[in-house]
């Protein structure tokens, strides 16, 4: 399975920070400390960008490292702290991860917690989530 994440919506200046991140905790993730490592495993490939560095493809075997992926860029956007960009699961095409501009998700009907990446249907959900980590 091929999981694809678009960047087609983040400035130039976050591109190249995203792909580095996603890069490393992908590696990390399948215990390889570079691309050449000893007992290297054919079947995991590094993640691949395009000429114009728009879509990061990832190669995977489960079905479930679509969510993980999802939470991983949603991660790496909240340390990075890039607050107006969000991360979605696009609706016409099964195994891509958006990220887009927050007030694009929100037109979507998708709202984001800045602080954790938790999505909800509404204003009211996203509020009273707020006020959780508020009081935390």
Known sequence: MVI???LNFLPVRFKSVIIHDINREHRHHHN??????VGYDDKYISPKTDNNHNIITLDSDDKS??????RMAKDILIKRRIHD???IQDEKEENKIIILKREHGEQLGIYHCRHCGM???DEIQLSAHLRMHYLM
């Open 4 to 6: 694809k994440i678009d």
């Open 32 to 37: 390889l400390k570079t691309r050449k490592n």
């Open 65 to 70: 490292d679509l969510r993980s992926i999802e």
């Open 85 to 87: 960009y969000v991360v």
């Open 119 to 121: 999505a909800f249907e």
